[in-house]
Each structure stands twice: as C-alpha cells, then as structure tokens.
C-alpha cells in the first residue's frame, strides 16, 4: 500500500513541477557512471559489456538501498514524502508531455519534431509529423512513465533507481554498431527484459485512448488521439 501512495505521489509531483533544474539530474549522474567505466575499461566484448552492467547496478543500489535505509528510519510520513520526491524524478511525463503538446499547437512543426526524432523531416508532411509525434510519446511513454511506475510500485524507490539505470545504459551503449555491438548487447537485452511487461501495458493504455478515434480521417485522428493521450495522463 505505500509503494501505490508513493507511486501516486510521485506522478503527480512530476506531472506539476517536473524536473527540478536547480539539482543535478540523477539519470546524468548514472550517465557518469557509465562514461567513467567505459572510459576506463571499454574493449568491444559482451564480457566487459557484462562488467559494465554489474559495476552500474552495483553503484546504484548501493546509493538507492543507503538513502532507502535512512529514510525508512524516519517516520512515515517523512518517509512518504522525500521517497515520493527522489522517485517523481525518475519520471518524465511532464517533460515528455509539454514537448509533443509543443508540436501541436507550433507554428513551425518540422522544426518541433525534429528535437524528438532522429529522422528526416524536412519532406514530412503533416500526417507524417503526427504520426511521428505518437510514436514517440507511445514509445517514451513506456520507459519514461510507466515502467519506472511499474517498478517503484513492485520493488519502491530501489526498483525505480535500478529500471533508470539499465534504461540509461541502453540508450548511451545499445547500439548495433561497431563499437557497441558486444559491449552493449547485455544492456540492451536486460532492458528489452525489463521492458517486457510495461511495454505490454502502454501498448493497452494507449488502443483504451484511441479506440474511439479510429473513425477520424488520419490527420484529424492522429492529432486527436496525441492530443487525448496527453489530456489523460
């Protein structure tokens, strides 16, 4: 019951203040982490891709199960509020949310998709930029919502910090390239794992938004259902 008050609280703090820019991000510190073990020991193998996961979750639960510690030996309410606080940051909804609204209502919509997507989209029409645009809060939704949510729910703030982490490490090394195709194949097959249920559960999420839309001609469709995915959550 208190992780799902935790977990509540947490979306809400995120959906009305966000990121808090006057503290550094704790996903950029995860990110150090990974930097500093890659410079340091890279060499393009799935064992020392191995090492790295190990050296990155070790790091970080060593730091989440301390702070978790501490705060559980405050009382209840105190613990409540700061957990909730340290959790909200491992969500980017608001973030999220206020980047695809902006290619709604922007007057220059090529240029507003193309800060979230890495395709082309010069020759996009406005089908396309729609499109573009639930896809990428379809697919951010999963690991930048609920997941992180699934997983502060199971397993409290450890779950959450842990989840960030092999999320992070897929996004900075598992990439099929290279450089990075047996270092990174543990990170990226540990998150695909990860992301096995919470994908499962945006994918319902979203057909429950969109199922009554699916009459509209394309474009008013697309824009309606980004627009009623973003109203919902």
Known sequence: MINIFIA???????KRFGEFRFIKHPVIIIGSIISFFEHKFYKDSVLRGLLLVLFVICCVSFVSISISTFLNNLNIVLNIGFTSILASMFIAHKMLHDSVLEILVSTNKKKSISMLVSRDTQNMSESDIYKASI???AENLSDGVIAPLFYLLLFGLDGIVIYKAINTMDSMVGYRNMKYEKYGKIAAYLDDITNYIPSRLTAVLIMIVA????????IKMAKS?????????
């Open 225 to 233: 259902m980004t627009h009623q995915m973003l109203v919902t959550l």
């Open 8 to 14: 509540f609280l947490a979306y809400l703090i995120d």
């Open 135 to 137: 896809e990428t809060y």
């Open 211 to 218: 199922k009554k839309k699916m009459s509209l001609p394309f």
